[in-house]
């Protein structure tokens, strides 16, 4: 009777402490894992974030070589570009200019999506960067608006958890400073003039003679657009 009588007690005892002991697990299982998708969380929203400003920046660089390396083009080869908007979204993407190599091919929209990729891998994702598209279009006399849409799917096994986003940013990319491809075209490259916007007032006749000399490039709606001086 002792035996089952103590028996019984240690019973008694015992169950609680099992059932705490479970529950002690399950809540640290709980904690643990709240933990685990927060880090996660902080981090795909910190990369998500570097994105979002690495873009922007990204695309005015990769476009304004790929208009000076089109220039470049023209000035050696003496001849217009065919479209314009399509070969400057070549040269943005592959580096080439009518399939020739230029000095981009060490900085191109797909270079960058591949930095993406190593970046994502850095943080601990199964990265996976798509360039969707490019559209290159005429904003004004000084600037061309270049778009880009790109994709990006993160996953992490560990913790279950999956990102897709598009990531979508058009600019207006400064041509100043870049030199007029129609002086090259219509002089056989034996003339050239930078586009500069002018930094004065032009009012008057005194002011147009200022603009002339300095060579001032004045805004007109009735111009053509630099895509159309391109080709």
Do not use: C
């Amino acid at each position: 009777m002792k035996g089952i009588f103590y028996s019984t007690i240690t019973v008694i005892f015992i169950i609680p402490m099992l059932v705490f002991t479970f529950a002690y697990l399950d809540s640290f299982r709980a904690v643990s894992q709240t933990t685990t998708s927060k880090a996660v969380g902080d981090k795909i929203a910190s990369f998500s974030k570097s994105i979002d400003s690495d873009l922007p920046r990204a695309v005015e660089i990769i476009a304004k070589r790929s208009i000076e390396a089109n220039i470049n083009h023209i000035e050696s080869s003496g001849a217009s570009l065919d479209d314009a908007e399509f070969r400057i979204q070549e040269s943005m993407t592959n580096g080439t200019v009518f399939g020739n190599s230029t000095v981009l091919n060490n900085f191109t929209i797909s270079l960058w999506a591949n930095i993406l990729n190593s970046k994502g891998s850095a943080y601990g994702f199964d990265t996976s960067v798509d360039i969707l598209s490019i559209n290159i279009t005429p904003i004004d006399s000084y600037h061309v608006g270049v778009g880009v849409i790109i994709s990006v799917n993160m996953s992490d096994s560990g913790s279950n958890t999956n990102l897709y986003r598009v990531y979508d940013t058009t600019i207006p990319v400064s041509v100043e400073g870049l030199v007029d491809p129609l002086y090259l075209l219509y002089t056989n490259g034996l003339i050239k003039r930078t586009i500069r916007a002018p930094n004065i007032t032009v009012y008057g006749a005194a002011s147009v003679d200022i603009a002339v000399v300095r060579e001032f490039y004045m805004q007109s709606a009735d111009g053509p657009s630099f895509l159309d001086r391109l080709e």
